[in-house]
């Protein structure tokens, strides 16, 4: 494993490791390599095996390997019997994987992905539809980035289930840092996954390489919002060539987060009208959890039905649902606390609710 560590912080690409591998068969024979070695392989360019060598001589094996153990950071490579299977046939495999907490099993997993300044709407829909794969303990997978990203994992842990946070950087670096709380649950109820080793700092390039690892993970993946030249579409575009069903929320077409979305409608992808309608598309019975909502929900006493019947995705403020009502502000605002308790409403921001 050490070995392996060191040949994956060369600096050399995935493809030219791989070459190395195959040549020597074993990382450690790589370590153990002369110079005259190296030039002997055709597809190495001179700088790339002097950054061979240079690695050799600053990098200490064992005390590198012991840091990272330290660090709390575990790493899988793509010969190792832990590393995923839904990896090994994507084009360009990680050659490693670091995590913290655990990897992602063979489960049935969904992606969860789109804008970063997303509408209420699209946050609403992101967190409803990840509750509901928590619930019914289908992994979501994402980028723990701001926004759509954020509201599916936030979702699913709410939900009980697990979730894996794909990093454009090291595991041992919170980007971006107000998803410090989320990062720290998702290392406790999932996983926080990268290709890239510990201490790398997050720059724009590696975003993009990052996404076919989401997609890689999941047999689904959900875009719920995106503009026109949005990140999310560059995930669609590796969910696609890696043969994965895609599935969007449609929007207003004057909505530009909307544009992304109702383009790839226009390509073939398939539409949520509603999360419970997914569900059941799934390869695995969910309507289990969604009875279960639905009973709390007959549950309610004849006000708190009164006010939830008020509510819908589109925030509204707590006057105008206690002129609707009749209950006046005060009933309303007690009600309103009690629904919050049993989760069947959202406060989106100040004095403003949605419906669960």
């Known amino acids: 494993m050490k070995y392996k560590y060191w040949l994956d912080n060369t600096g050399l690409s995935n493809g030219k490791k791989n070459i190395l591998l195959e040549y020597f068969q074993t990382a450690e ?9 190296y030039q002997k392989i055709p597809q190495l360019k001179e700088e790339e095996i002097q950054r061979i060598t240079k ?32 990896l090994k046939n994507i084009y360009q495999p990680p050659f490693a994987l670091y995590y913290s907490g655990k990897l992602p099993g063979e489960r049935l997993s969904v992606a969860i992905v789109g804008a970063r300044r997303c509408s209420e709407y699209g946050h609403y829909m992101a967190r409803k539809l990840g509750e509901a794969l928590g619930r019914n303990r289908i992994p979501v997978i994402s980028g723990l980035a701001e926004g759509i990203d954020a509201a599916g994992q936030a979702g699913a842990i709410k939900g009980g289930g697990e979730t894996y946070a794909v990093l454009g950087c090291g595991v041992d670096i919170c980007y971006p840092k107000q998803n410090a709380a ?4 998702i290392r406790q109820q999932g996983g926080i996954l990268s290709e890239l080793p510990p201490k790398t700092t997050p720059k724009p390039y590696y975003f993009p390489a990052r996404n076919r690892i989401i997609s890689g993970l999941a047999e689904v993946v959900v875009i719920a919002e995106a503009k026109k030249k949005s990140g999310s ?37 398939g539409i949520i009208l509603s999360v419970e309608e997914f569900l059941k598309q799934l390869p695995y019975n969910a309507t289990q959890s969604l009875q279960m909502g639905k ?56 004095n403003y609710y949605i419906e669960e």
């Open 29 to 37: 024979e790589v370590y153990r390599g002369t110079e005259e070695t």
């Open 55 to 86: 690695a050799k001589r600053k990098w200490d094996i064992n005390e590198e390997y012991q840091k990272l153990e330290e660090g709390g950071v575990s790493v899988t490579f793509a010969c190792d019997k832990n590393y995923p299977k839904k």
């Open 182 to 185: 989320l990062y720290e649950t």
């Open 233 to 269: 579409l560059i995930t669609a575009e590796h969910a696609l060539e890696q043969g994965k069903d895609i599935y969007v929320f449609p929007g207003r077409t004057t909505d530009a987060l909307s544009y992304g979305c109702n383009a790839l409608i226009q390509q073939g992808a």
């Open 295 to 350: 009973n709390k929900k007959q549950c309610l006493a004849k006000e708190e039905s009164l006010v939830y019947s008020c509510l819908s995705m589109e925030p509204k403020n707590i006057e105008k649902i206690a002129e609707e009502t009749g209950l006046g502000i005060s009933a309303t605002a007690g009600i309103l606390l009690g629904l919050l308790a049993k989760g069947l409403v959202f406060e989106s921001f100040r």
